[in-house]
């Protein structure tokens, strides 16, 4: 877990020091950082994930929680889905969000459409299919 902690603390010092733009793997790709609170801890958390901007709402973005297509959701997830609202940071903006858990067509749409642009996403969907369906939620901009 450590190991992850890292290489999550060097994504989010790159994506502050350059207006939201991280390199690597992740080189031009939408990066959100979603501050969350542990739902059991009650620790606060800072987890950096691609997202896909709504292309209808300007105050709504996507994120998936496919931790790589492990057979887990991501604590994130727990988290925000518990709290019902976050904080995001995109770009140099942050501000609050509310959380909603898509569902069935809506759902299935919006997963594709980030399938399409980034093939991974795909690849996750393979590896859980049995297991877990990947969720999406919308992130709303409160």
Known sequence: MAEM????????????????QVGGQFAGAPIVL???RGRKSGTEFVSP??????????????????????PTHPDWYYNLTAAGEGVVEVGTQTYAVTVTDLVGQER???FAEQAAKYPG???Y?????????????ALSRR
Do not use: C, Q
């Open 108 to 110: 299935e749409r919006v």
């Open 5 to 20: 902690n890292d290489w999550n603390a060097h994504i989010i010092s790159e994506f502050r020091a350059n207006a939201g």
């Open 121 to 123: 996403f795909a690849e």
């Open 34 to 36: 979603m501050h969350h």
């Open 125 to 137: 969907a393979e590896k859980t299919a049995g297991i877990r369906t990947i969720p999406v939620l």
């Open 49 to 70: 994930v691609m997202y896909l901007p709504d292309g209808a709402d300007a105050d709504r973005i996507f994120v998936f929680a496919s931790k790589s297509g492990a």
